[in-house]
């Protein structure tokens, strides 16, 4: 296009587009209009700068990984791939696992993603009795500024591995109980007897189950069913057949390879089990221990109830009698209490009524020779003057001669009372 005089600029006609054509090569002819014309030509290289006009693509529209349950952790699941027509790091990808849950926990705590590579890692081992299938979404991201990204959804289906027993409902094994079917003495060939129930947590091949009698009593008497666990005679029940047939019973699946389990099957020949007397011994066994606990549980709780009522009616007899022994005002202590050394003044019993004396005494006093004594005249002698007067200085106290025969008898039988002051 020409711009001024001898120039030109050279113009798009339409958008360019680096990713279809990243190089032109323009040839510029210039001509002049002389006769002959004379003419020169120039190419022109062209490149076409890139920008982050494209997202990352992923090569499928969905992906499917199939793997077997167990697998070891970092065994690879599958690859997903994108690519980005852009140039250098706007035509980088990087992979990464969007959050998501499987079976309640987050996708990384299952799956791990190469950033790089978009390789998927298993970060531990599924259990396909827990779930199947599941799926989750890998995203793919440029790094350009700003970046493109895109998302796949890649789906997850595991295959079961024979890695569960069969499991035998009927008849039960819990604990060391044992269970006993009873076999009428006119079963007839080919009555059924009992049925053996197993169940196997795998599925398809691996859960298909057979049944097979290992061991017999009576080999020729009882059969089981292959497939369906039935058990029934091959034969009429004769007299002499045993009362007691034991069976063990395998159940094994068809997995690869096969896991079995076996169980104990009891059978007794005959109409009612008021015949067996084992039966009854065991029976009155266990009912007799039951009642013997019974009897030591009732015993020791009626034991410990009498007790406790001993207990708080003894505690609260002492409490009661408690306030009878203290003695918290002035006591009259009866004659029995009295020392046997102790005499009256006149003979006639009792002191003189110039003389009044209260004993105050404390628990434990009545067994005690010691009295202590008061009194309410004013003429009383102080306990620390009593110790040291002599007969004669208490006459002189008293006004009282030294030959009076009263001041005799006073001193003689007095003196143990009046020791008795400290």
Not at 191 to 218: C, E, F, P, R
Not at 278 to 294: A, G, P, Q, R
Request: proline share 6%.
């Amino acid at each position: 296009v020409p711009s001024i005089k001898n120039y030109y600029s050279l113009v798009t006609t339409g958008q360019l587009d680096r990713e279809l054509v990243s190089v032109y090569n323009i040839t510029i002819t210039a001509t002049d209009e002389g006769s002959p014309p004379l003419s020169s030509s120039k190419t022109v290289k062209l490149s076409v700068a890139d920008i982050n006009d494209n997202p990352p693509v992923f090569e499928e529209q969905s992906y499917n990984a199939y793997i077997n349950e167990n697998i070891k952790p970092g065994s690879t699941l599958c690859s997903v791939s994108a690519r980005d027509p852009d140039w250098r790091q706007n035509g980088t990808v990087i992979y990464s696992l969007l959050p998501a849950e499987v079976n309640g926990a987050s996708v990384s705590s299952y799956l791990s993603v190469n950033g790089d590579t978009g390789v998927i890692h298993a970060v531990r081992s599924f259990d396909y009795e827990q779930f199947r299938s599941f799926k989750f979404q890998v995203m793919a991201r440029d790094n350009g500024s700003p970046p493109l990204s895109s998302n796949v959804t890649v789906s997850v289906f595991i295959s079961d591995v024979n890695d569960n027993s069969p499991q035998i409902l009927y008849p039960s094994l819990e604990g060391n109980s044992f269970m006993t079917e009873l076999v009428p003495k006119a079963a007839q060939g080919r009555s059924l007897v009992s049925k053996v129930i197993a169940v196997d947590a795998d599925s398809g091949q691996n859960a298909w189950l057979s049944y097979h009698i290992v061991k017999a009593t009576d080999p020729g008497l009882f059969s089981i069913d292959l497939h369906s666990g039935e058990i029934r005679t091959q034969r009429d029940i004769l007299e002499s057949d045993s009362m007691k047939q034991n069976l063990i019973v395998a159940v094994m699946d068809n997995g690869q390879p096969s896991l079995s389990a076996t169980c104990s099957m009891y059978l007794l020949i005959s109409d009612n089990l008021a015949e067996v007397p084992e039966l009854k011994d065991i029976s009155y066994e266990k009912n007799s221990k039951l009642t013997s606990y019974l009897i030591i549980a009732l015993v020791s709780v009626s034991t410990f109830f009498l007790t406790f009522i001993i207990i708080i009616l003894g505690v609260r007899f002492c409490r009661r009698r408690k306030p009878r022994l203290l003695f918290d005002g002035a006591v009259a202590i009866p004659g029995a209490y009295l020392p046997p050394n102790y005499a009256d003044v006149d003979g006639t019993g009792t002191l003189r009524s110039a003389y009044n004396y209260d004993t105050y005494l404390t628990t434990g006093s009545r067994t005690s020779d010691f009295k202590f004594v008061s009194s309410y005249n004013d003429n009383t002698l102080p306990a620390d003057q009593t110790l040291k007067k002599t007969p004669s200085d208490f006459a002189d106290m008293f006004g009282i001669c030294d030959d009076s025969p009263e001041v005799g008898t006073f001193m003689k039988k007095s003196t143990p009372l009046m020791l008795t002051f400290e």
